[in-house]
């Protein structure tokens, strides 16, 4: 596993922008798949958006188009960035890590956008 420390939520309006930063530990971080999952009040988590070793990406339907990951594999860290945010984006966001599915949780940030 790998320690995970997220930063760059805040409150910001609808249409506006935030980038996301995840922080990792550890030499290996370079032979891991990344992601970033979300939790709504009331609501399961869900997948956002995963990057692999290679640089491959998946994105969900509801963030197609708007948001974008990345990876900096000298820095240790993976980003997430959020255009034209909506309400409906407001949540906690989680970065993860892991070599086969998620072992690596990171404690979560809060995006919150205002109508």
């Known amino acids: 596993q790998v320690q995970l420390v997220e930063s760059g939520g805040g409150l910001v309006q609808a249409g506006g922008s935030l980038r996301l930063s995840c922080a990792a530990s550890?030499?290996?971080?370079?032979?891991?798949?990344l992601g970033w999952y979300r939790q709504a009040p009331g609501k399961q988590r869900d997948m956002v958006a995963t990057i692999t070793t290679g640089g491959n990406t998946v994105y969900a339907d509801s963030v197609k188009g708007r948001f974008t990951i990345s990876r900096d594999n000298a820095k240790n860290t993976v980003y997430l960035q959020m255009n034209s945010l909506k309400p409906e984006d407001t949540a906690v966001y989680y970065c993860?890590?892991?070599?086969?599915?998620?072992?690596?949780w990171g404690q979560g940030t809060q995006v919150t956008v205002s109508s």
């Open positions: 550890g030499s290996i971080f370079r032979t891991l798949a």
């Open positions: 993860v890590a892991g070599s086969r599915g998620v072992d690596s």
